[in-house]
């Protein structure tokens, strides 16, 4: 069994100043170290960085799965995190998103606040403790028409057009 591949995207700086920029890598840094301890394989930072550089994206676009499921993409990911954060008043708001890169969707997000300090590390823990549970991933790929084809067990076709019910083969009535 593979361990599920991952990407995670620069935490972006929504602040109104550049002066917590800092923390940018320190956010990043640390939601990589944590998803590592959770088993996921997390992609090298030099390649995220290199295919973004390429798109033209701007940092801010970086928190909009539509921009970052395609790059994520180019980069074999099967999972793709974003996310953003601001500085106000000595309070962090920390947001982390999650995405499936095959499914180009949602998995789950959580936002949290807190202290501006070295508490820092321990929101970034729990932000991650708490969008973990939401990411289900398919470790085998699933065939879904025999799926639902197993549980199936009668289809029948009206048009209201025509007045007539068609049934499939193997059908009797």
Do not use: H, W
């Not at 550049?18 to 997390?42: M, P």
């Not at 500085?87 to 997000?109: D, H, P, R, T």
């Not at 949290?112 to 708490?130: A, D, F, H, P, W």
Request: proline share 2%; hydrophobic share 45%; glycine share 6%.
């Amino acid at each position: 069994m593979s361990k599920t591949t991952v990407c995670v995207f620069l935490d972006v700086d929504l602040s109104e100043t550049e002066e917590n920029s800092k923390y940018e890598n320190i956010i990043t840094d640390q939601l990589i170290v944590e998803l590592e301890n959770s088993g996921f394989n997390v992609l090298q930072r030099k390649r995220m960085e290199t295919v973004f550089a390429d798109s033209g994206l701007s940092k801010k676009e970086l928190v909009s799965g539509a921009n970052v499921i395609p790059l994520a993409r180019q980069l074999g990911a099967d999972l793709a995190f974003c996310g953003f954060y601001r500085v106000e008043n000595k309070m962090l708001f920390l947001q982390i998103k999650c995405y499936s890169v095959a499914q180009e969707v949602l998995l789950g997000a959580v936002l949290k606040t807190g202290r501006l300090n070295l508490s820092v590390y321990n929101l970034i823990s729990m932000v991650v403790g708490e969008i973990l549970p939401r990411i289900q991933v398919i470790e085998e790929p699933v065939n879904e028409i025999a799926a639902v084809r197993d549980q199936v067990q009668r289809v029948t076709l009206l048009s209201p057009d025509e007045d007539m019910t068609v049934s499939l083969a193997g059908e009797r009535r």
